[in-house]
């Protein structure tokens, strides 16, 4: 069978010179921002072994305030998208981790249920705005036949946060007692300190467009401006493209349900997936964080591999519900088979983490493919707000049957259900609107 050509051979000898570098240049940053903002928002589950008895959490006290990140993160979201379009990217991230990186240091600083949730809901508003400005940054750097590949790199932060982030996060729980701190107190704090730093760098070391890029040659700088003009140019022949119109778009909402129930999978096996463990059997909280490390691991690999399958096949809608429909089933096997086989269960998480984190990327490149200029930043900072207070229902509402029940295994069946639906709604709404298939001319 012939192999097929590289993604980068449309663009000609300087579009692949140029890509390449723009790629060395941006990728990682944005990746490790990422993989920063990912590891402040969910440290909190390994947090939860410790600190739930310290300050007397019940699991759905636990899940409402993991869950009020979501709620702050929702209702800032929009404006702090609005505000990154007239101030630029590199002023408003750098705002934005330095604010963060203080909450969730001050996360340290709870002393119960209610100091809980506002310092969460604080650490969601200051966190809004991040994500939907990362990918509108991308769409001004890459052409769209390459964005899925993009992003999937970009979202290898989410899984590769949770693998690295777990082991570290069960090394600084061992540190309990040091200087009168509890380990969970540690965990805030040193895991905090990252953000306000690159905070700090971020405005030494992004670019906002193409024609500020002088790192690139003269010859590269004119090719990549010229192509994303273009590109942006052929998007705003169709619609309005002013910032409430990306609001109003009937498209945006449709986005916004479908990742709503992605991102309800997401957060309830984020930060509930250290406590599964834990009950699989009498672990320290180190050999917890290296468990946990291995789905979101193997997770990693696939992601990246799914996300240059999506570009070069030119379809999204059809990858984005796959990998939905293998993490429900993946969570459906983890749920009934945890009390009989917790190894299997295991490969049952495995499967759930790969089919989770690599359907973000096609999914989000849809809305992203359809809106141009500031439409796209409204309309993407509403995707991502809707679909993100499915983080404040997922582990609520997994918290409470856990309380109701006993059993943690209704909630694993509780979010297969949701991504199975949310997948079949994809590859519906897909198949009918030919939405998510790149055109061949773009190809």
């Known amino acids: 069978m012939a192999r097929s050509a590289p993604v980068d051979s449309a663009f000609g000898e300087l579009g692949d010179r140029t890509l390449r570098r723009v790629r060395r240049r941006i990728m990682p940053l944005v990746v490790w921002l990422y993989f920063i903002s990912y590891l402040d928002r969910n440290n909190v589950g390994f947090a939860k072994l410790q600190m739930s008895d310290d300050i007397g959490l019940s699991s759905t006290a636990f899940g409402l305030g993991a869950g009020m990140f979501f709620i702050g993160y929702a209702l800032v979201e929009v404006p702090s998208n609005a505000a990154m379009y007239r101030y630029g990217a590199r002023k408003w ?59 999937g790199i970009f979202i290898l932060a989410q899984p590769l946060s949770n693998a690295i982030g777990a082991p570290v996060s069960g090394l600084l729980l061992d540190l309990d007692g040091v200087a009168g701190l509890g380990g969970w107190q540690w965990l805030f704090i040193v895991e905090g300190v990252p953000a306000v730093v690159m905070g700090l760098v971020v405005p030494f070391v992004m670019t906002d467009r193409p024609h500020d890029a002088h790192w690139l040659a003269d010859d590269e700088r004119e090719w990549l401006s010229s192509t994303m003009d273009e590109e942006s140019r052929r998007k705003q022949t169709v619609g309005d493209h002013h910032f409430m119109a990306g609001l109003k778009d009937r498209r945006t909402l449709v986005y916004s349900a479908l990742y709503f129930g992605l991102v309800f999978g997401i957060y ?59 993490a429900g089933v993946g969570l459906l096997a983890a749920g009934y088979l945890l009390e009989i086989n917790p190894l299997v269960a295991m490969v049952g ?57 006993g059993d943690n295994r209704s909630g694993l069946v509780l979010m297969s259900a949701v991504l199975l639906v949310t997948a079949a709604a994809t590859y519906v709404y897909g198949r009918r609107t030919r939405a998510g298939v790149v055109p061949a001319t773009d190809r």
Do not use: C
């Open 349 to 405: 998480l495995t499967l759930a983490a790969m089919g989770i984190y690599s359907a973000i990327s096609p999914l989000l490149e849809m809305p992203a493919a359809a809106l141009a200029g500031a439409a796209a930043a409204s309309g993407l900072a509403l995707v991502n707000s809707i679909g993100n207070l499915a983080g404040f229902v997922s582990p609520y509402a997994v918290g409470f049957l856990e309380d109701a029940t």
């Open 268 to 326: 309830g096996l984020g930060l509930w997936l250290p406590t599964i463990v834990d009950e699989m059997g009498d672990f320290s909280s180190t050999q917890v964080g290296f468990i946990v490390f291995v789905p979101y691991a193997i997770a990693a690999g696939f992601v990246y591999w799914w996300g240059k399958h999506s570009d070069r096949a030119g379809e999204r809608a059809g990858h984005a519900a796959f990998s939905m429909a293998m």
């Open 93 to 151: 991230i750098a705002r934005i981790l330095v604010t963060w990186g203080l909450v969730a240091m001050a996360m340290a600083l709870v002393t119960g249920p209610t100091s809980f949730n506002i310092l969460r809901f604080l650490l969601g508003a200051a966190e809004a705005g991040f994500f939907p400005a990362i990918l509108l940054y991308l769409t001004l750097w890459f052409p769209a036949e390459q964005r899925v590949q993009v992003l």
